[in-house]
């Protein structure tokens, strides 16, 4: 009686193409990710209306014009020598606050370059004024 | 004359690939988890570059404002004007499920100071939030 040989099914998932497709959506993901993170420059800007009378002894101006020269107190100076001067002055003078006042036609390179300077300087207390105008 | 020391153990030289699935499982699950997409590019900019960098606190809570050297403004994947920016910026705020944490700028390193100034004094007529700016840059090699 052969009839009676019954065909057993078989129920389970085939797992052996499992670690493919994990791989496949890992190698997809992969390639999504982006990992690079956002960097720069943070500063906090005051808000409006926000006027503070500063005593004159604890403000240095720090000009920029359209060249990306740098003027500090009167003074011309390179870029790179900013940190030095700040650092010195910072020694001096803890409460120091640097106004950076930048021309309007001032590159936006320069300013980050004088911030970045400022940064380095370890200069917390930046006042941004507003451009020349012509 | 029984040689017989000259029998060689074989050494298993095959790796276990048993735990295989579950390694990579883990990694999916990593990287799904930890995948951003990127919503929008604004406009091409050449950012500047600097040393003293910090790192953005996520990229839930920011608000990219693009703008090139040509006085363009993009937020959103969008051009605007800069009179519009306190409107757009002003509902992301107030979102409850992600409020605006810090206002990521992507200008051009040709850009002009008092165009930037402009979007600068916007920003600071939204308050809160939007006056944590940060400049994006690259990291400057030495």
Not at chain 1, 38 to 41: E, L, N
Not at chain 2, 38 to 42: A, M, P, Q, Y
């Given at each position: 009686m052969m009839v009676e040989?019954?065909?057993k099914r078989t129920s389970e998932i085939p797992t052996s193409s499992l670690a493919d497709i994990a791989f496949l959506m890992l190698?997809?993901?992969l390639v999504t990710t982006t990992i690079d993170v956002?960097?720069?420059?943070g500063l906090v800007l005051p808000p409006k209306g926000e006027t503070k009378e500063v005593a004159k002894k604890n403000i240095m101006n720090l000009l920029v014009?359209?060249?990306g020269e740098v003027m500090i107190d009167e003074q011309i100076v390179d870029m790179p020598m900013i940190r030095n001067i700040v650092q010195g002055k910072l020694k001096e003078n803890p409460n120091l606050i640097v106004s950076v006042?930048?021309?309007a036609a001032t590159k936006y390179r320069h300013y980050i370059q004088v911030l970045d300077?400022?940064?380095q300087a370890n200069a917390t207390r930046i006042s941004i004024a507003e451009p020349e105008r012509r | 004359m029984a040689l017989k020391f000259s029998k060689k153990t074989k050494a298993e030289t095959g790796i276990p690939t048993a735990s295989m699935p579950d390694i990579i499982f883990m990694l999916l699950i990593f990287f799904m988890v930890s995948t951003v997409f990127?919503?929008?590019?604004?406009i091409p900019v050449r950012l500047p570059a600097a040393k003293k960098i910090e790192k953005l606190p996520g990229k839930r809570n920011v608000a990219y404002i693009w703008a090139d050297d040509r006085d363009r403004v993009s937020?959103?994947?969008k051009f605007v004007e800069i009179s519009e920016i306190r409107r757009i910026m002003d509902p992301k705020l107030r979102d409850e499920i992600a409020p605006l944490r810090v206002v990521s700028m992507k200008i051009d390193e040709r850009a002009r100071m008092g165009f930037i100034t402009k979007i600068q004094e916007e920003l600071r007529e939204t308050g809160g939030a939007a006056l944590n700016v940060n400049y994006s840059t690259k990291t400057a090699s030495n």
């Open positions: 040989k019954k065909k190698i997809f993901f956002d960097k720069g420059i014009n359209a060249k006042k930048t021309d300077q400022l940064k | 990127k919503e929008f590019r604004g937020i959103d994947d």
